[in-house]
């Protein structure tokens, strides 16, 4: 059963930093992708970034750009999502979600449970 798990999040500081985490099983690793997608209060949910689990191609939406970097260690299954330079309108819940046809997170069929980033001014 394709499983997964976001972690990491918590309250901080604008400026700060924060890494998020993604434990995920029940699927390859070498022929997938895995998405961050955040949902702010009273928004809808929106992509912020995506890679390709098979070379490691990278994907990034343009408020994020330079800021927040997605990365995986195929040994343990995790996808990473470093944010740095927080803003509180980073505020949201953050999932991960699991794409198993394509490449480019286009067709998301799973997602993990959200952890909550609160950025404070």
């Known amino acids: 059963e394709v499983q997964l798990q976001a972690s990491g999040g918590g309250l901080v500081q604008a400026g700060g930093s924060l890494r998020l985490s993604c434990a995920a099983s029940?699927?390859?690793?070498?022929?997938?992708?895995v998405g961050w997608y955040r949902q702010a209060p009273g928004k809808g949910r929106e992509g912020v970034s995506c890679i390709s689990l098979s070379d490691g191609l990278t994907f990034y939406k343009d408020f994020v750009k330079g800021r927040f970097a997605i990365s995986k260690d195929n040994a343990k299954n995790t996808v990473y999502l470093q944010m740095n330079n927080l803003a509180p309108e980073d505020t949201a819940v953050y999932y991960c979600?699991?794409?198993?046809?394509?490449?480019?997170?286009?067709?998301?069929?799973?997602w993990g449970k959200g952890t909550q980033v609160t950025v404070s001014s």
């Open positions: 029940g699927f390859s690793f070498d022929d997938n992708a």
């Open positions: 979600g699991a794409d198993l046809r394509t490449l480019n997170c286009g067709g998301i069929g799973y």
